[in-house]
């Protein structure tokens, strides 16, 4: 009976040992994606880089972490083609993977393709950019058809195509008379001031005009 209760006791401190260190594991990681938030919206996307690996390297599955560091490494250069773009798309493809019905992975690699798209000259990496860029939106916006964001990039990379007028116009369209999904209002204001220059370009300089005075109205375009 005492080698029983002995085993029993060394089995609870075994137990102990290996499943602390998981809730540990989990705390750490999220500590480390709030500190890299802080210096994110601080702007010191440096360190924000560094505080979401610290994130990584405690839990190499946190799809909140590779979405953080994917977007500081966006903001820290990474919509010009080079290794900080390429750090950007593979931290949001991982959140895709762990994560496949999540839009905003898909927004913010779409995103990404499309900055990388117009700070190009090389036209087959500018078109094949391109190309991605409208297939990931389109596909954030299949899974959250409210994604007024997705929309309103989505639309800005059509505009850079003639062939696409007509699907930036409704593109923009439809982020004016949606709600914007994160509460922005400035959205709604980037919409009109890009809609108003298709405006500009058929010729309809009223319906341009009244787009311009809402811009302004929303988010201060066209002052």
């Known amino acids: 009976m005492r080698s029983i209760s002995i085993f029993r006791v060394l089995l609870i401190i ?9 809730f540990l594991y989990s705390q750490d990681a999220m500590t480390h994606v709030e500190n890299g938030i802080l210096f994110y919206e601080r702007n010191d996307y440096e360190t924000a880089i560094l505080a979401f690996t610290d994130a990584i390297l405690f839990n190499p599955n946190h799809a909140l972490a590779y979405m953080w560091r ?11 083609p ?3 773009f390429d750090n950007a798309i593979a931290d ?12 905003e992975g898909y927004y913010n690699r779409g995103k990404t393709y499309f900055s990388a798209s117009t700070n190009t000259r090389n036209e087959e990496i500018k078109n094949n950019y391109w190309r991605r860029a409208i297939d990931d939106l389109t596909r954030a916006i299949s899974i959250n058809p409210n994604y007024t964001e997705a929309y309103l990039v989505r ?7 003639a062939y696409y007028e007509n699907n930036a116009y409704n593109d923009f369209t439809t982020v004016i008379n949606t709600n914007p999904y994160n509460g922005d209002p400035s959205v709604k ?5 890009r809609r108003s220059s298709i405006y500009w ?9 009244s787009d311009m005075e809402n811009a302004n109205k929303f988010g201060g375009y066209g002052e």
Not at 92 to 103: K, L
Request: negative net charge; hydrophobic residues 30%; glycine residues 14%.
């Open 92 to 103: 949001f493809t991982q959140v895709i993977r762990f994560e496949p019905n999540s839009a």
């Open 201 to 209: 370009m058929r010729g309809d300089y009223e319906r341009h005009e």
């Open 14 to 22: 075994s137990l102990g040992i290996f499943t602390m260190p998981l």
């Open 82 to 84: 080079g290794s900080k």
């Open 155 to 161: 639309g800005e990379a059509y505009i850079q195509n």
């Open 70 to 80: 994917g977007k500081a490494y966006y903001m820290d250069g990474g919509y010009y």
């Open 189 to 193: 204001g980037q919409a009109y001031y």
